[in-house]
């Protein structure tokens, strides 16, 4: 994630957590880059980030593919497994106890979740049927005023996959209003209107 991306989103999780005091969530881990910045908003706002992942990789970390990284591979199993990593990156920044790590395909993780969250920050798989899993999963439990964050959007197929532009547009025709755009990262506000 570039870095004016990395700031909209950490700006945009200080202001879900301050005004509704709810967690944040992290629909898509990876190693933790973008978790620290949503358990360094938590821990600023008294509250937690979630992460769900399952931390195999999406599909273009595996091999052969070009976000390939085979330090990643866990060779017992011949697996990816981020999970490490991603608990070396909380502990190396002071934020393990700002985060609960839900370890997991997110459809499953969100059809058993039960509480309202402030925001809902969707960097998951890139698939029509991951980034729309996603967000029909994990919307109807962000509060009513709360923020969805979509990354990697781009309406222009040469730049990149089109799955989370098309879950941006359905926000959009669904009521939510945007706030800011920053690169291919997307902030929508829930309106009052929206919740469900």
Excluded at 47 to 72: C, F, I, K, M, N
């Amino acid at each position: 994630m570039p870095e004016d991306e990395g700031l909209a989103l950490y700006a945009a999780a200080l202001d879900a957590a301050g005004r509704t005091g709810l967690p944040l969530l992290e629909i898509g881990t990876y190693c933790g880059r973008s978790a620290i910045l949503l358990a360094d908003a938590a821990r600023r706002a008294g509250t937690v980030a979630l992460t769900v992942d399952h931390h195999r990789g999406s599909e273009e970390q595996q091999p052969g593919w070009e976000y390939h990284d085979p330090s990643l591979v866990d060779p017992e199993v011949g697996l990816m497994d981020t999970l490490p990593r991603f608990r070396r990156t909380l502990h190396a920044a002071g934020l393990e106890e700002h985060v609960v790590a839900l370890v997991g395909r997110s459809p499953q993780v969100a059809a058993v979740w039960r509480g309202p969250l402030a925001l809902v920050f969707v960097d998951g798989g890139h698939t029509d049927e991951h980034a729309t899993g996603d967000y029909e999963g994990w919307v109807p439990h962000l509060a009513a005023d709360g923020l969805l964050v979509v990354h990697d959007v781009f309406p222009d197929p040469a730049d990149g996959g089109q799955a989370p532009y098309r879950v941006y547009l359905r926000a959009l025709a669904e009521g939510f209003e945007e706030v800011s755009v920053t690169g291919s990262l997307r902030v929508l506000r829930r309106a009052a209107a929206a919740s469900g």
